[in-house]
Structures are given as structure tokens and as C-alpha cells.
């Protein structure tokens, strides 16, 4: 089976002319038994042409292709099987749930933009009624947006100056403490409830009390340390 279709024909006994061995060459054409059928095909003109699923990524060497062979809008989402869409593959995103790695040219997982949202606002209540002389462990925490506040219950059984460690200190700065009697009737006697207690001084790691001279016994109280 021939694979070439001649461009003329030629007869036993016929002159050879250089028209007709031109024509031989020029007219010829490919016979469809020279393709496949399946990645490659012989169009109207008699040509061999690459089918449209000839190409396979097999055929395509590795450097082949390149950002400045592709055009700018070649590339879309309905291009891409979802199944080759792997973090892996994704360099600029970023799967750091405390985005302690982010930066200005890295984008981030929906997973870790959650996870770290919500540590923001991870409030730890604790009782009320649950009070410890000289200790503020009983206590919680809350992140806003980069904002610490921190709170918890304490006694004071005499009217010297006592000294309380924050279970966890503030990273930077405290630059703030208040104080508030919430006990009621439940300990220590004093002229009026709802009194507060002065902050002799703050840091990062805790903050200095001394309560007034009317209270008398054993007094519980609540605090409010506001830093970052």
C-alpha cells in the first residue's frame, strides 16, 4: 500500500520531462495509510496534520513549556481538572494557622484563615466563685484582634501590698489593671460594697494591689488587665 500519492504518472516508452518529474513531487500527496487516524490525519489538500488529540503529555518535553508560551487568558479555572489543583502546586499559599508565616505576597487557606480568627476570640471563662488568697489562677484570657484582656478573682486577707503573677504574662505591655470587689457578703466585712482596690504598679508579668484600710478580713475580688 502506497503512502504517497504520485503528483503524475508515468507510461512505459513515455519521454521523461522535467515539468513532469516537477509535477511528480509538487502535485503528491499522502495517502490516509500514512496516519493513524488517531493522533495524526491526512486533511482535503492531502496533508498530513496532527489530529486534535494527538498531542498527549507524554509528547511534551518537560522545558517546553513556559509562562512566555502561554498567553495571558489561555489559562482558566474551566481549563484545569480540579484533580491537578494540589497544595503542592499552589507555592503562594500559605496553610499557617496562627500566620506566624504571612506575608505581603502569599495568599492563605480558608482552613487557616478560619482557625485563626477564632483563636482571636478564644475566651476561656472560669467561676466566679472560686477565690485563692494571693493567686490569680482561676482566670481567663481573650485575644482581639491583637488586643489581650485578661481577668480572673483573687482575696486579699490584709491591707499590705500583695503582689499577683498573670497565670500567662503579656507579650509586650500591660497598660492596664483594674479591680472590683464582686464577693458581696460572702467573706470579709467593709463600710460598702463594689469597692475597688488600688493598682500600686503593672508589668507584663503581673500587677501590685493594696487594698483600703475599711476592709477587714478576708476579701474577694475580681480583676480586668487590659494589654497586648
Do not use: W
Request: aromatic fraction near 6%; glycine fraction near 8%; charged fraction near 20%.
Amino acid at each position: 500500500m502506497s503512502v504517497i500519492n504520485k503528483g503524475t504518472k508515468f507510461s512505459n516508452g513515455e519521454q521523461l520531462t522535467a515539468d513532469k518529474l516537477n509535477d511528480l513531487v509538487d502535485l503528491a500527496t499522502f495517502d490516509q495509510s500514512a496516519t493513524d487516524s488517531a493522533s495524526t490525519t491526512v486533511n482535503t489538500s492531502g496533508q498530513i496534520v496532527v489530529a486534535d488529540s494527538g498531542v498527549s503529555t507524554a509528547k511534551i518535553a518537560a522545558g517546553a513549556v513556559t509562562t512566555a508560551k502561554i498567553a495571558a487568558d489561555a489559562v482558566t479555572t474551566a481549563k484545569i481538572a480540579d484533580a491537578n489543583v494540589t497544595f503542592a502546586k499552589l507555592t503562594d499559599v500559605i496553610d499557617d494557622d496562627t500566620m506566624a508565616t504571612a506575608s505581603a505576597t502569599t495568599l492563605a487557606t480558608s482552613e487557616s484563615i478560619k482557625a485563626y480568627a477564632d483563636s482571636l476570640a478564644d475566651i476561656t471563662p472560669q467561676s466566679s466563685d472560686n477565690y485563692d488568697q494571693h493567686s490569680i489562677a482561676d482566670s481567663g484570657s481573650v485575644n482581639i484582634g491583637g488586643l489581650i484582656l485578661k481577668f480572673g478573682n483573687f482575696e486579699l486577707a490584709s491591707d499590705s501590698e500583695i503582689t499577683l503573677t498573670f497565670p500567662t504574662a503579656f507579650p509586650t505591655a500591660c497598660l492596664m489593671v483594674m479591680t472590683q470587689d464582686t464577693r458581696g457578703s460572702g467573706g470579709g466585712s467593709y463600710t460598702s460594697k463594689g469597692i475597688d482596690v488600688p493598682i500600686k504598679s503593672k508589668s507584663t508579668a503581673g500587677f501590685t494591689v493594696n487594698r483600703y484600710d475599711e476592709m477587714n478580713n478576708t476579701v474577694g475580688l475580681t480583676f480586668l488587665a487590659i494589654g497586648y
